[in-house]
């Protein structure tokens, strides 16, 4: 059973930084596509960052400059170095995996907050 556990959520200034953290358990992480997904109240579910099993990257443009997504296939993590964080940047952050064995599958972690205010 895949289990995604996120951590580094908390309050900063406009500006400021923050990097989440999301550990993957399970023998497949190197094989699985990771995203940072964000959800506002009332608002749908929306991309932030992914990265595939080889490397590549995709952010939302809304974050683009100020986001970057990695990934330490030793650890099963992947982070979301968040830079220039903006009030509108305040929200619930997930973490999603997604992998094929036979099947596609998916799977998100519990959430964790960020929010960005003076």
């Known amino acids: 059973q895949v289990q995604l556990v996120e951590s580094g959520g908390g309050l900063v200034q406009p500006g400021g930084s923050l990097r989440l953290s999301c550990v993957f358990s399970g023998p497949i992480f190197s094989t699985a596509t990771m995203g940072w997904y964000r959800q506002a109240p009332e608002k749908q579910r929306e991309l932030v960052a992914a990265?595939?099993?080889?490397?590549?990257?995709n952010y939302a443009d809304s974050v683009k400059g100020r986001f970057a997504i990695s990934r330490e296939n030793a650890k099963n993590t992947v982070y979301l170095q968040m830079n220039s964080l903006k009030p509108e940047d305040t929200t619930v952050y997930y973490c999603?995996?997604?992998?094929?064995?036979?099947?596609?599958?998916?799977?998100w972690g519990q959430g964790t907050q960020v929010t960005v205010s003076a």
């Open positions: 990265i595939t099993s080889g490397g590549s990257t």
């Open positions: 999603n995996a997604q992998w094929k064995v036979f099947t596609a599958n998916t799977c």
